[in-house]
């Protein structure tokens, strides 16, 4: 269906159409139409429905170019990526890891899962809706095992630790996306694990959930949940190609860049201030958003918090780990 001037841009920025991506597709079109119009110059007499396979075949070959704003991506590839279900995404296979043991995310799961199977299926919650005490000490005392944990003070409250669920944004994470994935669920003041998904425990283990929670965290969950960021753009359209290139090259630094080449109209969204520049607030909301409370939580990179030595900026170097090499082959 053609989008039209008032609809919302099909890039996902937020804005309308008329106020986006218009003067890029007008181009596109244009191009093509020229194309078309060089065709007919040479053969005139040419049958309406051969100027038709004619037009069609050139603008698949133009949504099929190489297109240096993407890091050498098609329009046609980059849509499907942004678009297309989590088990349609083409050029990348996804793959459930043998060893979980790595991942924060799959550990603090399996956590939960245990105690309610120990107790026929389910245990009680606080009088908040959180984890008992009990779950979050056990998912504290897995800190050390992680990557991650080079980077921390111990014993501490972060990211990763926390007295309870409120001050344990990691484990907080994984109650959450367990919920959305359908795997557990809250009633009568207990967290329950659906009868099909003890089954799968059962008879499959943990890594039965390693895809439904990763398709619950790219494709159902809030990004924007555990930050104060005021705005509303949803980074989730772009994770596959943020993904994409920071396991090429694993610079934070890089992958802004190439993020403000792309989707420029990202930064339309955020304003001018007195303090911070549009590029740094996307900035802190992509390393918030997608390599902190993403890459880190499911264990597939670390990122050293240290900004400053003296003076001197440093750069941001992720640390790939084994996990998102394990996870994602791109074929690119």
């Known amino acids: 269906m053609k989008t039209s001037r008032n609809d919302p841009c099909p890039c996902g920025s937020g804005k309308k159409y008329k106020r986006c991506c218009i003067d890029h597709a007008t181009n596109q079109q244009q191009g093509v139409f020229d194309d078309i119009a060089q065709v007919i110059a040479m053969n005139p007499d040419l049958s309406l429905d051969d100027l038709n396979v004619i037009a069609e075949q050139r603008v698949q070959q133009r949504n099929n170019q190489p297109i240096a704003d993407f890091c050498g991506l098609s329009s046609s590839q980059m849509s499907n990526w942004m678009y297309a279900p989590f088990t349609e995404l083409d050029l990348v296979t996804i793959t459930t890891p043998a060893d979980l043991s790595a991942s924060p995310v799959m550990r603090y799961l399996e956590i939960i899962l245990d105690e309610a199977m120990a107790n026929e299926g389910s245990f009680k919650a606080t009088s908040k809706g959180n984890l008992p005490a009990k779950l979050v000490k056990q998912a504290s005392e897995l800190l050390p095992e992680f990557a991650i944990a080079e980077y921390q003070t111990y014993p501490s409250i972060s990211e990763y630790m926390g007295s309870n669920e409120d001050k344990f944004n990691a484990l907080h994470y994984t109650r959450i996306l367990a919920e959305v994935a359908g795997i557990i669920y809250r009633k009568s003041g207990r967290y329950h694990v659906k009868k099909t998904a003890q089954k799968q425990y059962q008879n499959q283990g943990l890594r039965s959930f390693f895809l439904p929670m990763l398709e619950a965290a790219v494709a159902k969950y809030n990004w924007s949940y555990l930050d104060a960021f005021d705005d509303d753009i949803d980074l989730r359209l772009f994770w596959m190609f943020l993904l994409w290139r920071i396991q090429s090259h694993g610079s934070v630094d890089q992958l802004m860049d190439e993020v403000y080449v792309a989707f420029p109209s990202l930064l339309q969204q955020l304003p ?49 780990q084994p996990l998102l090499m394990q996870t994602f082959t791109f074929r690119v």
């Open 272 to 320: 001018q201030n007195e303090y911070s520049t549009p590029h740094r607030q996307l900035d802190s909301r992509i390393e918030s958003r997608f390599v902190r409370r993403f890459l880190e939580y499911w264990g597939f990179v670390t990122l050293n918090p240290k900004r400053y030595s003296g003076e001197t900026r440093l750069s941001r170097q992720a640390s790939i």
